[in-house]
Antibody, heavy 127, light 111 residues
């Protein structure tokens, strides 16, 4: 069973860098066929896709956040960290990590869905 | 402002049928990309409820059904039960963003 777990500081000061880690168990992030993603949910609001990374290290970022995001792979620990720079109060949200892959007879990445999710971690940006 | 548009809320009495719409554009749903639906129970992470427009993962009751037409998709829930009270999100791929897009979410209240 694939499991994901987010970890990192729950409080970040404005203008600083938010750093979170997603630890994966039950699968290897080095294995092809899946993307590893970050999603966030502002308090009381909907889901926002942040970006994803493939096992090759190729990344895809939400254009609205692209200038501030870095998603990477740490294959030795089976983790994929997220860094978000220059945070403001608008970055306060629950951050989720997820595995993105094919369900059913999906045979290309455009039909991939967010199959497995972590429990989420609340990050508050405040001084 | 979400790329995919959903009604903020829907409600129905136990046993009734409700539908939740998800409206996109020519760069996502209208381009033929699959729509997936997620159910988020209070205080929990979303989970896949429907994938590939109208396919249920194992364990999801057949009271849930999905459809897609043109630039829109719908999730129907029949025989409403109290346990269905949750937030529901649609999701697709957007070619102009080269990534995933979500709807703003719909809160289902079982009266």
């Amino acid at each position: 069973q694939v499991q994901l777990q987010e970890s990192g500081p729950g409080l970040v000061k404005p203008s600083q860098t938010l750093s979170l880690t997603c630890t994966v168990s039950g699968d290897s992030i080095s294995r092809g066929g899946y993307y590893w993603s970050w999603i966030r949910q502002h308090p009381g609001r909907g889901l926002e896709w942040i970006g994803y990374i493939y096992h090759t290290g190729h990344t895809y970022y939400n254009p609205s956040l692209k200038s501030r995001i870095t998603i990477s792979l740490d294959t030795s620990k089976n983790q994929f960290p997220l860094k978000l720079t220059s945070v403001t109060a608008a970055d306060t949200a629950v951050y989720y990590c997820a595995r993105v892959g094919p369900l059913g007879d999906c045979n290309n990445t455009s039909c991939y869905s967010f199959e497995y999710w972590g429990q989420g971690t609340l990050v508050t940006v405040s001084s | 402002q979400s790329v995919l548009t959903q009604p903020p809320s829907v409600s129905g009495a136990p046993g009734q049928r409700v539908t939740i719409s998800c409206t996109g554009s020519s760069s996502n749903i209208g381009a033929g990309y699959d729509v997936h639906w997620y159910q988020q129970l209070p205080g929990t992470a979303p989970k896949v409820l429907m994938y590939g427009n109208n396919n249920r993962p194992s364990g999801v009751p057949d009271r849930f059904s999905g459809s897609k037409s043109g630039t829109s998709a719908s999730l129907a829930i029949s025989g409403l039960q109290a346990e269905d009270e949750a937030d529901y999100y649609c999701q697709s791929y957007d070619s102009s963003l080269s990534g995933s897009v979500f709807g703003g979410g719909t809160k289902l209240t079982v009266l």
